[in-house]
């Protein structure tokens, strides 16, 4: 089965990677079957300086908003930054 690498900007809690490694796994086992046992997910942690998006790092954006701290929008970041299936 796969490993699953997924790429945030760094703050987001444990909670919230816990119910996405588990959304994750579900989906991937309804997708292509087996067994949960067998997915991996990774997570990688980003800094905002450690990010460009259009040659303009997301720390020169200015400070997010508070609800705003999650990773931009698929179209804004790197492709196959979100997550990568292999």
Known sequence: MPTIH???????????????ARALTEATVATLGGSADSVDVIFSDV??????????????????APQAQQQPAARSAPPGADQQQQ
Not at 54 to 60: A, E, T
């Open 6 to 20: 997924v790429e945030l900007f760094a703050g987001r809690t444990v909670e919230q990677k816990r119910a996405l």
């Open 47 to 64: 800094q905002r300086h450690d990010w460009a998006t259009g040659g303009q790092l997301w720390s020169d954006r200015g400070a997010p």
